[in-house]
């Protein structure tokens, strides 16, 4: 047996993105010094909960913490997929968070994926299990996922502080390898659909984020839809909140969502309102502020939000060694940090040329032609 060598990285900025990233590229990593100059240093309950949820869809990972949390030596395992999987995901993140990497890591996996995870449905940090279902998983059919099979059902919303949400992904294995894609045409804007959600709260928030969100975007464009979802008793989780999430789709067939929440802050958070409970956000401003979040989005082009930018980089990146060129607004913070983790891990550099014109930025990469080694061959 030879010696491992592993991938030494510092602190805790985008974990996650490196743990997928290890896991893909078969390559084990330490990190240290996380949070070491925190006052509560170390790894946060929702990275723990990462790990162990890491462990349940591969086989043979290892992961090893050190006392203080502050140092992880993971080493990854074979991706099985598996069915029936269970996992809490905790109150710290909401779900979202955990479904990005597990979309990434089912493609590749041995079996085609199918889990329950249970937490926080819908928060205002990270994108909702709606965004997910409207646009994330659309957005795969561009790289030659088949849908059939591709599914997010939410069972019932958990808003925080409490959760109490859970939904079913579902996620297919590609055959052999994804599709390169050459998607560049953002198109315009032909309809806008959303839905908003309300949990332990009267059913006519609904309605009035509706009315608030469709006075501004009926300005702009006549076809604009939104349903409600309104959940009570279990369904309704632990917690009452309420929020929107609205899809813009174009004549080239893109997507561009933006949402958010308003629910009660975690206990931790609640320190600064010791006297009563603070007041919650009007679900008129709730309704304004998506809407212009969305026309916000629109605005800055390309053929994804900024929320997706990530998430298309690294498909981009996990396809064959084919060109890929793509199209985004303004890059994020994220997308530029996404940028440099698949050149250290994965060794594909995309070219950047800004298109002054739209201002937006067009991005082009050969794949590192990622294939699907652990599939079962008939």
Known sequence: MGKTSYMRLKGSSHLRQRLVLSTLASTPIVVEEIRADDTSPGLRSHEISLLRLLEKVSDDCLVEINETGTKLRYKPGVLMGGKNLVHDCGIGRSIGYFIEPLILLGLFGKKPLSVRLKGITNDPKDPSVDTFRTTTLHMLKRFGVPLEGLELKIESRGAPPLGGGEVTLRVPIVPNTLTATHWV???????????????????????????????ILNSFIPDVHIFTDHRSGPAGGRSPGYGISLVAETTSGCLISADTSVSYPKADEMEEYTEEKPELMPPEDVGVQVASMLLEEIDQGGVVDSTHQGLLFLLCALCPQDV??????????????????????????????????????????????????SRKIS
């Open 185 to 215: 045409d953002e198109g315009m804007v032909k309809r806008i659909r959303g839905v908003t959600f309300s949990t332990r709260v009267s059913p006519q928030i609904g309605n009035r984020m509706i009315y608030a969100a469709r006075g």
């Open 324 to 373: 890929s060129k793509v199209r985004v607004g303004k890059l994020t913070p994220y997308g530029i940090e996404t940028l440099r983790n698949i050149r250290d891990f994965l060794g594909v550099k995309f070219v950047i040329k800004p298109d002054p014109e739209s201002t937006t930025v067009i991005l082009t990469c050969v794949g590192c032609g990622m294939k699907n080694l």
